[in-house]
């Protein structure tokens, strides 16, 4: 018996697809839409990596640490894109709707973030006195909040632009990431070069951050209410409107109001004796009080200076600390000052007898200009750039001292103390100013005889492992040099840490002699017996061992 043939297999019924927007026609033809596209893909990335930049720089500003807030931001940004890319396939069958909103959101946050941050670290930052942080207050959490919440914006773009391409027309998938990322990865360019160039010199980081941020709403809006209009419902098009147009409010109202919450921002951190605040191009240079009352001296918020009513005894002696016993250990003619673009390291050095020539190198040439021109500024350090031995050059610290040393200069041409009066180690970019090969350009600057005098942060007591000064003093003396380290005297354990070096083990001393409780003629807070104790004291503190720092292997926290 012939078994008849089993049934053909019925085929499955079609799964239904998703709810799709309505397929209204576009108010333009194919390829002008696709280039809309494109160039919305294109200036929603260039503000998507201005707003990372700009957390980036405030950060940096505000916390310090560079690399780690660089590392925080853009491990958090990248995650959070992610997670944003996973939360917009919900919202792929209404995607005009979810760009023109994600967009005035994104707007939103990133324009504000700066104004946020720069309030939390003003009102609620480290040393303002408020008591405990709450986590809402930390300027660190809000950065990490910031950092999510932008990334996650940004991460939900690719996918509803990628709906809303393919919405114009079909093609395989691989062209259209292909299309869409070009734009990105263009616009990211754009972003990253409008910042440093554009943005932050022009307008600064929080008027930069504003216009950013209104720039992605108008962009956003136009793409949603423009192009997909007809794909929204009359609600969802008042909803978009309303959304962007607050967004612009809201942005237009931080912008006109920057200057009241600047001047606000720095009465909270600085107090409200604020005589001068200038942005020299590089850092903001403030200075509070004066005359009657005690002056303060800010270096992109960092203290500088901090002295009495009257400016004598300890408020100068930091700075003598640094300067005298360096030109009392012999010839002192010729004095090269590496950094210290405020004068006040330089008016220490021209009140000593002997010296006929004083060259002063500051990567921030705004603030030497600050120091010869600003009057509150030339009242703190006597008008000593002003003075005809004074010589004053803005550039780079590190390529200064290559050219030098490229030049060969003869034996008289060379400098018989070189001063390192500079920002600390800690900050990245000033790493390399305390390095071996550093030191060793240095080295071959000085004359026979000559000195070299490095300030640093004093050693914290109790504090684990080599720190600052004697990672300082291993690398001195990798580049061959003989160091004597002592602690500023009249500052306490917090003060500054000096480092005196040269070929040959330096003399710890004052201009002409004195007692150990007398102070020498030229000198106003320091004793010799003072700067002996200051030696006591760190070799007290000195660890075991301490690491050499180099280029490529920075050693300072």
Known sequence: ???????????????????????????????????????????????????????????????????????????????????????????????????????????????????????????????????????????????????????????????????????????????????????????????????????????????????????NAVVGGLLALGLFHRDLTRRARRLVLLANLLVLALLATGAVLVDDFERAARRAVYGGDVRAAVWTGRQEVVLTGGGDRAAHLYLDGRPRLAAPAAPAGSARTPYEALVRPALAGGRHARVLVLGGGDGLTAREVLAHPGVTRLDLVEPDPGLVRLARTEPALTRLNDGALNDPRARAAGTDVFDWLRRAHARAAPARARYDVILCDLPGPARTESAKLYSREFYALARSLLADGG???????????????????????????????????????????RGWGVLLAGRDTPRITLPDGGTSTERPPGTRGLTTGALAEAVRRAERRRPASAPVSTLVHPRYA
């Open 1 to 215: 018996m012939i078994e008849s043939p089993p049934p053909a297999p019925v085929a499955a019924p079609p799964r239904p697809t998703p709810r799709t927007e309505r397929r209204a026609p576009l108010p333009l033809p194919a390829g002008p839409a696709r280039l809309l596209v494109l160039v919305g893909v294109f200036v929603c990335a260039a503000c998507g990596l201005a707003y990372e930049l700009e957390l980036l720089a405030l950060a940096s500003s505000l916390l310090g640490d560079p690399v780690t807030q660089a590392s925080v931001v853009l491990s958090v940004m990248v995650f959070a894109m992610g997670v944003g890319s996973l939360a917009a396939k919900r919202l792929r069958t209404r995607a005009a709707l979810g760009f023109g909103l994600v967009e005035a959101l994104l707007a939103l946050v990133g324009g504000a973030s700066g104004l946020a941050l720069h309030a939390s670290f003003a009102w609620f930052g480290a040393g303002t006195g408020t008591g405990p942080l709450t986590w809402a207050q930390d300027p660190a959490v809000l950065l990490v909040c910031f950092s999510f919440a932008i990334g996650g914006l940004i991460g939900a773009e690719v996918p509803l632009l990628m709906v809303l391409i393919q919405r114009i027309r079909r093609q395989d998938a691989g062209g259209a990431v292909a299309d869409l990322f070009a734009a990105d990865y263009v616009g990211a360019l754009l972003g990253g070069l409008a910042f440093p160039f554009l943005l932050l010199p022009a307008f600064g980081q929080l008027v930069g951050a504003l216009l950013t941020g209104a720039v």
């Open 451 to 493: 000195r070299l005098a490095v300030r640093m942060g004093a050693p914290t007591a109790g504090a684990p492992g080599p720190r600052g000064l004697w990672t300082a003093e291993a690398t001195l003396q990798a580049a061959g040099l003989h160091v004597v380290p002592y602690l500023s005297p009249g500052t306490g354990d």
